[in-house]
């Protein structure tokens, strides 16, 4: 098995209601990551897991929360969502964390509207 | 500031001949170089890849060339196909951790 796999493949959702999106891999990689990528623009990273713990948060608002329940699986609650927030989420996952020569392997992506 | 630039927003390619698409850096840390293939509501795909001890590395009809001195990479693909139309992105990462992107290259090869 060697994909990432993300659900749902779309969400609408409105500016009070709480959401999750689901990441999983079956690589063994040790990293996982979340993505947001707006139309037109390159992804842009907003937090990375090392060995099922946060490493680096981009100054994520806290509307996004990341969880890592365990190594093949990849959280993202929303909560009061902005209509700005809307975008594609991707999702990704590498062998190893901080280490050179770190291919990330991407899932087909969660497209989020915020109404 | 972006550290990782394409400078072409998009490149029309006939089948069969070479498409070259370009990237520029400024983080001289930089040390492994990414190339990804984005179809439209899909995830980025990784392509190939190459290390900052390398200036070449080759895969079937992709090959991609580094210039450090120039913080300068290229792919390069041959023959182009029609399948190969996307949106191309160049990445650096400095020792493994965050990716970043370039803004992306549309290829367009026409038959």
């Known amino acids: 098995d060697t994909e990432v796999t993300q659900t749902p493949k779309h969400l609408v959702m409105g500016m009070t209601n709480k959401k999750s999106l689901k990441c999983e891999q079956h690589m063994g990689h040790r990293a996982m990551y979340w993505y947001k990528q707006k139309a037109k623009k390159p992804p842009e990273l907003m937090f990375v897991?090392?060995?099922?713990?946060?490493?680096i948060n981009e100054s994520v608002p806290s509307r996004f929360s990341p969880e890592c329940p365990n190594s093949s699986l990849l959280n993202l609650h929303l909560h009061a969502l902005q209509p700005e927030d809307s975008a594609l989420y991707l999702c990704?996952?590498?062998?190893?964390?901080?280490?050179?020569?770190?291919?990330?392997?991407f899932g087909p992506g969660t497209r989020l509207t915020v109404l | 500031d972006q550290q990782v630039k394409q400078n072409s927003p998009s490149l029309s390619v006939q089948e069969g001949r070479i498409s070259i698409l370009n990237c520029d850096y400024t983080n001289s840390m930089f040390d492994y170089f990414l190339w990804y293939k984005k179809y439209p509501a899909e995830g980025p795909t990784f392509l190939i890849s190459i290390s900052s001890i390398k200036d070449k590395n080759e895969d079937g009809r992709f090959t991609v060339f580094l210039n450090k001195s120039a913080k300068h990479l290229s792919l390069h693909i041959v023959p182009s196909q029609p399948g190969d139309s996307a949106v191309y992105f160049c990445a650096a990462t400095e020792y493994g951790n965050k990716l970043v992107f370039g803004a992306g290259t549309i290829l367009r090869v026409k038959s």
């Open positions: 897991y090392s060995y099922e713990k946060l490493s």
């Open positions: 990704a996952s590498s062998q190893f964390p901080s280490c050179a020569y770190n291919e990330q392997f």
